[in-house]
């Protein structure tokens, strides 16, 4: 038998089953568009047909939040096979009933990844990267680097910086990590974060959902400091914008991306291989090394320039505050209506 087209028998064959049929050779895998589609489309997609044999449509509609919406309102049938998701959708989606939960036996490489970043993402997602949140400024414009979230208080960034709005997940850790660095914590005592983003909001132009609409912001030159993941900075970057990005003194909180199987998906053993070849060890460095991102397998061999830049290593890990999502989720009413009162009425 080949060996590189023996993944989607052996994957059969380890569950347990038999080949037949019900094994489908196409697979369809729900994400983003823009460089993501065209990143993971080289680094992932093409190997992964290659290697197992079945074809992958790629199907770039929506954003996490907007493709957990479909699952939900399918009943857990979406017409895709994979999503890629964060883990806040993950919990959710298991909580549910909507996602399938993952195991080792299914997917070893599993039992690879950081168990502290698989706990956050609960047991329907595989964590197949890391962002954080990093603070992104204009090198054209700040005659020295930031060092501090409270540095977009500074008065020269008076009207020239923008902020997510609070359906962007990025808000809520934005007012979480305000809030550790005023002496609050995460969770229970959020109030030195609501008054600090009532600041912001009344420093900044406005609110923005979107991530590309916030990022055109600051490639223009309107605004010249705001919060960004980082994968999408270092992006920015390599394609020569004046920008660059740091890790502020008071520490930050992971974006942790996953990718979920729905539990009405057609095609449910071609997603796990799928799965199974997105962790493996040389897919994880194609990945970080292609859409410049951290890993949840710190035994990746990556460049040093990349590795000083990402979440990479067990220091890494400890040096992030990590979010306990099923609380936050409890709590999103609250803050949402706190938001509205307390933060956006302060933007001019």
Known sequence: MNVDRCLPLCLVLALGGAPGPAFAETLIVNSYGGPYEAIIEERIIKPFEEKSGIDVVYDAVGSAAQDYAKIKATKGQPGFDVSVMTASQSLQGCKEGLLEKLDAAAIPNLGKLAPRLSEVAGPCGAVHEVQYMSLLYRTDKLTSPPTSWSSLLAPELKGKIILPTFQNIMAVFLLEIMSVARGGNMIENVGPGFT???????????????????ESYIKDGTVWAMPFWNGRAQLLVDQGV????????????????????????????????????????????????????????????????IRERQITTEADLESLNLPDLARVADKLGEWGERWERDVVSQAK
């Open 242 to 305: 004046p920008v660059d990005y740091v890790r502020p003194k008071e520490g930050t909180i992971p974006l942790i991306a996953t990718l979920n199987v729905p539990v009405g998906a057609e095609n449910k053993q071609a997603a796990m291989a799928f799965i199974e070849f997105f962790l493996e060890k040389s897919s994880q460095e194609a990945w970080v090394t292609g859409y410049k991102v951290g890993s949840a397998r710190i035994d990746i061999d990556i460049p040093s320039d």
């Open 196 to 214: 600090a983003m009532a600041e912001l909001a009344r420093q900044s132009i406005g609110f923005e959902q979107s991530s590309a609409i916030l």
